[in-house]
């Protein structure tokens, strides 16, 4: 059949550039390549230059791409240069001013000192309270001071692990849309965006604070919203889609759905995997002892509740990111043939154990697409498992925080 790899952006140059020894293309001999695919290509006539010209145009796709991660990199030294900057005027007067204190206390404890070291001297017992009561206070204000600098410091730094994952990540970001032609692009949206704010309205009329209120959560925030371009899986999408249904009626569009996947303990990084590769085959989560499926759902709480019960009760870690800060995964589905799972299984709970209980997977199910699971005492809430990984089309990756 066709191959999938010819219908992306980019794809003659990349295959010249990376293949050197390639002696065909697309079944045409490049020595004898025709006027026809190189005038149409590349605009020139004889296949020497053709592979000249694609490795030009690559040359220049990398130089572009490099001076972006450059300038990216400048641009983060230089916010940390600045934040640097303003911890040292922030703490700057606090230093000074515990030097002044840390003076004054050892001057005090030297006179305490002196004073009770006299034994033949029976000095004033109102007068060794006072210093001893001075003592004290200036001892508080150093811990206080010192704690002030620490938690300065602690936030400076939690600033620059967080600057520094960021970049990581938008350098990676480059790093693959370089290597894919373009054809994997991860594009962050802007308060304008019509898409930026139909996923806010999307993940706020999902969110159930109900299930929340025991987390002492009341509402999320939309920090970000990132748009995935992904032409491979976009392809394979429509392609099994036009395989299962006739595309010109329209009515096959009432299987269509916008559900959420989220981060799960037990896949860490899959939801940026699921965004460059795709889901996993059901197989792979089954061979993990996961459901045999692609599991998504149309609530916030039912994908995102179990991670946040399972976060530790300090939820700032050295380095990290707070579990309050989550992510999650929105998907175009197609669910085909779907049925609700079977009395035997349990209804969803947004549980661990629960999830542990029973597993879903397509031999229970031969003739569905899908299946879905209600959540109990909430039937609005619904988890979805989906058991052919191409019908499942990541969009969108948003950042929340409660």
């Not at 025709?34 to 004889?46: G, R, S, V, Y």
Request: hydrophobic letters at 35%; a positive charge.
């Amino acid at each position: 059949g066709e191959c999938p790899i010819a219908g992306l952006c980019n794809y003659q140059t990349y295959v010249l550039f990376n293949i050197r020894q390639l002696t065909s293309l697309d079944t045409l001999a490049l020595p004898e390549e025709t006027k026809q695919l190189a005038e149409a290509t590349f605009m020139k006539k004889n296949p020497e230059e053709t592979k000249q010209l694609a490795e030009a145009t690559f040359m220049k796709k990398k130089m572009y791409y490099n001076m972006r991660i450059k300038t990216l990199r400048r641009n983060t030294n230089n916010a940390i240069r600045r934040a640097d900057q303003g911890r040292a005027a922030k703490v700057g007067t606090s230093v000074e001013v515990k030097k002044v204190i840390l003076r004054h206390f050892k001057d005090i404890e030297g006179e305490l000192g002196q004073v009770k070291s006299y034994s033949h001297y029976n000095p004033d017992p109102s007068y060794v309270a006072a210093l001893e009561s001075k003592s004290e206070k200036l001892n508080q204000a150093i811990a206080a001071r010192t704690a002030e600098i620490k938690k300065a410091q602690d936030s400076l730094d939690e600033c620059k692990a967080r600057v520094h994952e960021l970049s990581n990540e938008y350098v990676r970001r480059l790093i693959v849309e370089l290597e894919t032609g373009g054809n994997i692009r991860l594009e962050d949206g802007k308060l304008g965006d019509l898409w930026y704010s139909s996923c806010v309205d999307l993940v706020n009329s999902r969110f159930f604070a109900a299930d929340f209120a025991t987390l002492g959560i009341t509402g999320l925030k939309v920090n970000r919203v990132t748009r995935i371009h992904n032409r491979f899986l976009r392809n394979r999408f429509e392609e099994r889609l036009e395989s299962m249904v006739d595309v010109s009626d329209s009515t096959y569009k009432r299987s269509l759905e916008y559900l959420f996947y989220g981060e799960s303990p037990e896949l860490p990084g899959e939801l940026l995997r699921a965004a460059e590769d795709g889901f996993r085959h059901p197989s792979e989560y089954a061979a993990l002892g996961l459901d045999g499926a692609v599991t998504l759902s149309n609530s916030i709480s039912v994908i995102d509740v179990p991670r946040l019960k399972e976060a530790p009760a300090s939820y700032r870690t050295s380095g990290g990111r707070s579990p309050l800060v989550g992510q999650v995964l929105v998907s175009k589905v197609f669910l085909g043939k779907c049925v609700q799972e079977s009395a035997l299984a349990s209804p969803a709970t947004g549980s661990k154990q629960s999830k542990k209980q029973v597993l879903t997977s397509k031999a229970e199910y031969p003739d569905c697409n899908s299946v879905f699971r209600v959540k109990q005492g909430d039937p609005k809430q619904r988890q979805w498992y989906v058991f052919d990984n191409a019908l499942v089309l990541p969009e969108y990756l948003v950042e929340l925080s409660a």
